[in-house]
């Protein structure tokens, strides 16, 4: 398992360094991987890029990690993988909850796309604004959102977020949070920018084709616990030759 706290400068190179203290672990190769991006609030696009092109970019017809688009012709720009070879196509899990926002959300979303990997968890905050910033006269500056981040399959992160293939609570009873029961996600909070296409209101985000529910006090880490269940019911199945990694 490899757990991302938040997307910075050497997060990149310390992911790949990560993958490769497990490969030299299990003595040369993966059989499956847990990417933990749970109460990830985000950080660098750049870094985010970095972790995601370990695992997309050999199709030549499947690079692009992340899209921006806005009002302005020079707000729309496309990040793309690097062709190459890429981490061998072992099953990966990717957990996220309401606390997994921007680039976790980045790398999240392209990896379930491209179905790379299965994601699970619960639906994430829906941080998917871009901020420019403009200078003004007297040392002072304004802060616009001037576009919004896109998946590769199209998909609008604002207010959104990333719906899990796999829905798995924490196991733990919920909270009430400012007199909503559960976490606040981006759709909760004031004058926040609505989802594409929904200015004037918000569509509800849609259901996960698969739902589990959970009774408190099951174990400490449930998502994690349920994780690992299934990666090594994805990693039996591939050595028993019954499926292919996603």
Known sequence: MIRIAQFQERTGRDFRQALQGLRTNSGGALKGLVLDLRFNPGGLLGSAVEVANCFIGD????????????RQPDSNRAFHATLGEKESRY?????????????????????QDYKRAIVMGQQSFGKGSVQSIFPLPGNAALKLTTARYYTPSGHS???????????VGSGKPLETVGGKMGAIRE???DNRLAPAGKEGSVKEPRKSPHSAKVEPDLAKDYQLSRAL????????????????SR
């Not at 269940?229 to 292919?244: D, I, N, V």
């Open 91 to 111: 099953p990966i899990v990717v957990l996220i909850n309401a606390g997994s926002a921007s680039a976790s959300e980045i790398v999240a979303g392209a990896l």
């Open 59 to 70: 199709d030549i017809n499947k690079t692009l990690i992340v899209s921006t688009r806005g």
């Open 187 to 189: 759709n909760d909070l």
């Open 157 to 167: 992160i604002q207010a959104k977020g990333i719906v899990p293939d796999i829905e």
């Open 229 to 244: 269940e299934l990666l090594r019911s994805l990693s039996l199945l591939q050595e028993q030759g019954f499926a292919k």
